[in-house]
Nanobody, 124 residues
Framework: QVQLVESGGGLVQAGGSLRLSCVAS????????MSWFRQVPGKEREFVAG????????YYADSVKGRFTISRDNAKNTVSLQMNSLKPEETAVYYC?????????????????WGQGTQVTVSS
């Protein structure tokens, strides 16, 4: 079993920055690919960014490219999301997710493990 615990959410003004972190515990091989998703009430959960365990390859949604950076510390089983130039429409609950397969995926259904989510609110 894998547990994911997010932290770092909060309230920030438009144009500001936040850094989210996710610590994974449990079976290491189940977290070959880790990603961040976000969800607004009433809308589907959407992919934000992903990071492979091997090779350090990253993958971003077009809407966040150039502003968000995902990083991973395998020794600490931690994946982080640095979010810059935040916009009010990016207010959402942000979730950390993990899958055993090493291939990237932006599909919610491909992830077996999820954190509880952390609220990010961007004020205008």
């Amino acid at each position: 079993q894998v547990q994911l615990v997010e932290s770092g959410g909060g309230l920030v003004q438009a144009g500001g920055s936040l850094r989210l972190s996710c610590v994974a515990s449990g079976r290491a091989f189940s977290t070959n690919y880790m990603s961040w998703f976000r969800q607004v009430p009433g809308k589907e959960r959407e992919f934000v960014a992903g990071h492979s365990w091997s090779g350090g390859r990253t993958y971003y949604a077009d809407s966040v490219k150039g502003r968000f950076t995902i990083s991973r510390d395998n020794a600490k089983n931690t994946v982080s999301l640095q979010m810059n130039s935040l916009k009010p429409e990016e207010t959402a609950v942000y979730y950390c997710a993990a899958r055993a397969q090493s291939l990237r995926s932006n599909n919610v259904g491909d992830y077996a493990y999820w954190g509880q989510g952390t609220q990010v609110t961007v004020s205008s």
